[in-house]
């Protein structure tokens, strides 16, 4: 069984910055996609940025410029460096991740981590 361990959230001020980090623990065969996601009271869970295997990205049009999603595929490790945050960054960030067990077939899985807050308030 997979885990999804996230930390480096906490309380920030209006443009500080915030390095959230995800690790995946157990066996597995590899990883494939992986992600950042927020959720907000009140509102639904958004995507915020992905990564590819190959480190293709994207992100969400809010943070663009701002936000930088990176992995270390030798420590099955993402990371997510929040730089100018704002008050509407506020929320509970979760680690995604697509998990194959094996070369053949090649099947995903998909995990979720706990979620770690980050607040951004002055």
């Known amino acids: 069984q997979v885990r999804l361990v996230e930390s480096g959230g906490g309380l920030v001020q209006p443009g500080g910055s915030l390095r959230l980090s995800c690790a995946a623990s157990?066996?597995?065969?590899?990883?494939?996609?992986m992600g950042w996601y927020r959720q907000a009271p009140g509102k639904q869970r958004e995507l915020v940025a992905g990564?590819?295997?190959?480190?293709?990205?994207n992100y969400a049009d809010s943070v663009k410029g701002r936000f930088t999603i990176s992995r270390d595929n030798a420590k099955n490790t993402v990371y997510l460096q929040m730089n100018s945050l704002k008050p509407e960054d506020t929320a509970v960030y979760y680690c995604?991740?697509?998990?194959?067990?094996?070369?053949?077939?090649?099947?995903?899985?998909?995990?979720w981590g706990q979620g770690t807050q980050v607040t951004v308030s002055s």
């Open positions: 157990g066996t597995f065969f590899s990883i494939n996609d």
């Open positions: 995604n991740a697509d998990i194959r067990y094996s070369d053949w077939p090649p099947s995903k899985y998909n995990y």
């Open positions: 990564i590819t295997s190959g480190g293709n990205t």
